[in-house]
């Protein structure tokens, strides 16, 4: 296994568990504890984790991970959370939908909602879309051109003239974390620089954030909490420290 792909594996288990244990690691990489030791080092130098006795701890927000590999982790969350999104939809609206492993779901579950126009610079989503085969959906299908950038999708200054040209009735975006100070949030620029366009452009904001992310803060705020009609997040979200407050603070969080 190369060394990028453990880290990303190591990265992976450590959003979903906050903390591992060496063995685990060892188990899950299929490799040896010299190995793993090397590559913790590795990881902590680069500030993404913190080593303790016996294994590691998650320090905070980091680089977001691949996009192939967070389609892996909380995926059965992250359906439940696209079903309850769907719900609070109406067919013939017009949507913004971003890039993210959440949405690509969500772009799954609008079998079941017809007639809607979606713009999105994410190819997984436009492809997934183009690929239902209910003829009376009649979803018109807008990819945003741009510069290619990470996690399969389009981004830049052409991306966010052209989501500027739109207005929506509702933007569904999936963050890298969502906290009753920061609002929505996102490491990268430019991925941030798009989910704030389509947040500004829409009448309303839904944040599809998985329990991982609730309380999280990464770089760059795209949405005040102000600004976020509605966080849909799982029931594991529930024992966050953060939560009271955000439901404070939110006009609406839905566990699911």
């Known amino acids: 296994m190369l060394e990028e792909t453990r880290l990303h594996r190591i990265r992976?288990?450590?959003?979903?568990?906050?903390?591992?244990?060496?063995?685990?690691?060892?188990?899950?990489?299929?490799?040896?504890?010299?190995?793993?030791?090397?590559d913790i080092l590795k990881l902590e130098s680069m500030g993404a984790?913190?080593?303790?006795?016996?294994?590691?701890?998650?320090?905070?927000?980091?680089?977001?991970?691949?996009?192939?590999?967070?389609?892996?982790?909380?995926?059965k969350e992250k359906h439940q959370i696209a079903r309850a999104a769907v719900?609070?939809?109406?067919?013939?609206?017009?949507?913004?939908i971003d890039a993210g492993s959440t949405t690509t779901i969500l772009a799954e579950q609008l079998a079941s909602m017809p007639g809607l126009t979606i713009i999105t610079n994410s190819l997984n989503v436009a492809l997934k879309l183009n690929s239902l085969d209910n003829e009376h959906l009649n979803h018109d299908v807008i990819l945003?051109?741009?510069?290619?950038?990470?996690?399969?999708?389009?981004?830049?200054?052409?991306?966010?003239?052209?989501?500027?040209?739109?207005?929506?009735d509702v933007a569904l975006l999936a963050p890298v974390g969502v906290s009753s100070q920061a609002g929505a949030s996102s490491y990268a620029h430019q991925e941030a620089e798009i989910a704030g366009a389509m947040a500004r452009n829409a009448r309303q904001c839904i944040i599809l954030a998985d329990c991982s992310k609730i309380g999280v803060e990464s770089r760059i705020s795209?949405?005040?909490?102000?600004?976020?009609?509605?966080?849909?997040t799982d029931s594991g979200a529930a024992t966050a420290d953060d939560l009271p407050e955000l439901q404070r603070r939110c006009e609406q969080v839905l566990l699911v």
């Open 12 to 38: 992976a288990l450590l959003s979903t568990l906050n903390q591992v244990s060496t063995e685990q690691l060892v188990q899950h990489l299929g490799v040896s504890r010299e190995t793993v030791r090397r």
């Open 49 to 75: 984790l913190r080593r303790v006795h016996g294994g590691i701890l998650a320090t905070g927000p980091s680089p977001e991970l691949p996009l192939s590999v967070r389609n892996t982790v909380r995926e």
């Open 87 to 96: 719900k609070q939809l109406t067919a013939g609206q017009t949507l913004f």
């Open 144 to 168: 945003l051109g741009g510069q290619m950038g990470s996690a399969q999708a389009t981004c830049g200054p052409g991306t966010v003239s052209e989501i500027l040209r739109y207005r929506a």
């Open 222 to 232: 795209y949405a005040s909490i102000e600004q976020i009609d509605m966080i849909i």
